[in-house]
């Protein structure tokens, strides 16, 4: 089994930043890919972006590409989600996933372990 905690969401102004942080846990965690997706009231949960564990290699949805940062403290076992310029609709509850059973995928269904999800709002 593999625990994931999310932190560091809250309430921010547009245009403005925000980290959040994922913290893995667990015997069973070896390095999967990471991935956080979010949902936004009244949406479909969506991929924003993942990486790779032992290269980083990262892929990014095409609204948060040049604004968001995914990355990686492999001793720390934690990923970050470094967000800039953020916008009104960034708002949404943002979750952290882990896919045990791939190397690189940013498909919401080979995600198999969870964070409980950590609300980031974003005034206009």
């Known amino acids: 089994q593999v625990q994931l905690l999310e932190s560091g969401g809250g309430l921010v102004q547009a245009g403005g930043s925000l980290r959040l942080s994922c913290s893995a846990s667990g015997p069973s965690f070896a390095g999967p890919p990471m991935a956080w997706f979010r949902q936004a009231p009244g949406k479909e949960r969506e991929f924003v972006a993942a990486?790779?564990?032992?290269?980083?290699?990262?892929d990014y949805a095409n609204s948060v590409k040049g604004r968001f940062t995914i990355s990686r403290n492999s001793a720390k076992n934690t990923t970050y989600l470094e967000m800039r310029s953020l916008k009104p609709e960034d708002t949404a509850v943002y979750y952290c996933?882990?896919?045990?059973?791939?190397?690189?995928?940013?498909?919401?269904?080979?995600?198999?372990?969870w964070g409980q999800g950590i609300q980031v709002t974003v005034s206009s």
């Open positions: 990486i790779t564990w032992k290269v980083g290699v990262t």
């Open positions: 996933a882990a896919a045990s059973r791939f190397y690189r995928t940013t498909i919401e269904s080979h995600y198999d372990y």
